[in-house]
Nanobody, 119 residues
Framework: QVQLVESGGGLVQPGGSLRLSCTASGSTLDYYHIGWFRQAPGKEREGVSCISSRAETFYSNSVKGRFTISRDNAKNTVYLQMNSLNPDDTAVYYC?????????????WGQGTQVTVSS
């Protein structure tokens, strides 16, 4: 029902920062838990972060302390602020939505945005 569009990806040097956006249409994001995932070539999809409908936040160990997830319900947007990027962060980043939990198999996904960390 809800449609998601990611934006903000691009090429950044190691140590740099990038902010990804996940914007919803067709429904308000207020009710949804929003997760960020990434997939690098030849690797399994990896959960990165999630923010609950109550704005509780969760992070994978690999990004904790470097990434910050937030939501602006008035803009129907969830952000992923990525700092201290390293080449291992290179991946296609996806956002996903679920009504019930951050700890589910998400079924509603955006199209993805490429993040490349390289010098």
């Amino acid at each position: 029902q809800v449609q998601l569009v990611e934006s903000g990806g691009g090429l950044v040097q190691p140590g740099g920062s990038l902010r990804l956006s996940c914007t919803a249409s067709g429904s308000t994001l207020d009710y949804y838990h929003i997760g960020w995932f990434r997939q690098a070539p030849g690797k399994e999809r990896e959960g990165v972060s999630c923010i609950s409908s109550r704005a509780e936040t969760f992070y994978s160990n690999s990004v904790k302390g470097r990434f910050t997830i937030s939501r602006d319900n008035a803009k129907n947007t969830v952000y992923l602020q990525m700092n201290s990027l390293n080449p291992d962060d290179t991946a296609v980043y996806y956002c996903a939505a679920d009504r019930s939990s951050c700890f589910v198999t998400f079924k509603t996904w955006g199209q993805g945005t490429q993040v490349t960390v390289s010098s």
